[in-house]
């Protein structure tokens, strides 16, 4: 499934926030459906760049004009080490490799994650491909600190702005998703979205004690936790998923 941006600008006394509100609304996402919070949780508002890229074979550009100001990114494949240069509204270019594959740039998002009034930054760049592999990207993580950002990429599935939510007071955190083969009480296989929660936490992200949340994936629309599944199946099924995928939460990233 191919994801599409619709950014509408609405001229009202809202600013921002309400174009922000319009784009989350109007954007497709089997987040919305599969939901492990239901169907309207809280959301960080992010406010996606503005149309404004450019795409040859050999790099892609975005500008960002954001109520913070201006900001760019450039993505350059590169063989082997894909490199994101991001230059933000205020301070020097940061310089990022990830150690993975991801075919392209797609979106870059910015809001104040971690409360300290400057700017942080959320890139998109998925890996590519048909089906549920179009649903995967690493997601890179820029988080403001006293010296300028702090660097950090997670592996996921399913990524846009409804992974960022609000979960209770303090900072937002940020939904990982992956899909997860396993039996349940009806003793047929089923595979399931698991979702594991990382809280922003001043520069960098820091996986919550918060209990994984097993949504069934099905044929429709489906945004409640399973009962197909015990306490004892999905401690089962996610040990085995784990040894079998070799599953690594974060992408290594070099500055």
């Given at each position: 499934m191919n994801k599409i941006l619709v950014l509408m600008l609405v001229v009202s006394s809202c600013g921002w926030a309400?174009?922000?509100a319009s784009a989350l609304a109007l954007e497709p996402s089997m987040l919305a459906d599969y939901h492990p919070l239901g169907s309207h949780p809280k959301l960080e508002p992010l406010e996606p760049c503005q149309d404004l890229k450019t795409q040859t074979q050999l790099e892609s550009q975005q500008v960002c004009q954001t109520r913070f100001g201006r900001s760019s990114v450039k993505f350059v494949p590169g063989q082997g080490e894909p490199t994101l240069t991001v230059q933000p509204a205020k301070g020097t270019a940061v310089n990022i490799k990830l150690e993975t594959l991801p075919m392209y740039f797609e979106q870059m998002y910015t809001a104040d994650l971690n409360r300290d009034g400057r700017e942080d930054y959320v890139l998109e760049l998925p890996w590519g491909g048909n089906g549920l592999a179009a649903e995967g990207s690493v997601v890179v993580f820029m988080l403001?600190?006293?010296?300028g950002y702090r660097v950090t990429a997670l592996?996921?599935?399913?990524f846009d702005p409804n992974a960022v939510v609000r979960v209770g007071g303090g900072?937002?955190?940020v939904i990982h998703t992956t899909l997860v083969y396993a039996t349940g009480r009806d003793?047929?296989?089923?595979?399931?979205?698991?979702?594991t929660f990382f809280r922003v936490q001043g520069d960098t992200l820091v996986q919550s004690a918060r209990a994984l949340i097993w949504v069934h994936y099905a044929f429709k629309p489906r945004a409640v936790p399973t009962q197909l599944l015990t306490a004892a199946e999905k401690k089962r099924a996610w040990a085995e998923y784990m040894v079998n995928s070799n599953?690594?939460?974060f992408v290594r990233v070099k500055r």
């Open positions: 309400s174009s922000v403001s600190n006293k010296t592996d996921t599935l399913l900072n937002p955190s003793g047929r296989g089923h595979n399931f979205w698991v979702n599953q690594k939460f």
